[in-house]
């Protein structure tokens, strides 16, 4: 039988990492289009990115309603050769109302692509790279790839300085930390 689990952060219950969540005061909005797979997975960190700022929304599918980024000025927060790379405390001239994150492994953010090209005519934008990422419990499918909170916090902490992003990634660290502990007691357990 599945363990409980806490209905605002999804973490198993003991784990819930809800009083970690800040509230913070975004001001670009941030819109996660998150693939259904990623959606069940229990280290799902956009939702906790969500849940932290006051501005943001996630949608659950795989084809979505184009207007969600068409009628606001978006960027779309994904790796590529023409994307601005923003580094902290750096703000665009002409910073977008709006930041579009597709959610999921590597492969499922590419499909998400493929299913909505019109993502594909937004500009684009990714964290300056460098910052290595925390996310040692879910090992990501390319090197020096951040975890959905990650790119999100660092994104916002260029776009909406002087505002302070960092304490998004709260919640994050602790469920981290939680994960490393259970490991480090199950490989103390003798069999
Ligand atoms: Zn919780």
Redesign the pocket.
Known sequence: MARSR??????PAGY???AHIPRLRNRTRVLVLQHPDEARHPLNTARLAVLGLANADLHVGEAFDARLWLDTPSWLLFPGDDACVLSPGMRPADPPAQLVVPDGTWRHARRLLRTNPSLLTLPRCAPAPGAASAYTVRRAAEPGALATIEAIAATLQALDAPMDATPLLRPFAAMVQAQLDATARAAATPD
């Open positions: 806490c209905a605002r952060c999804t973490r819930c990492v809800c």
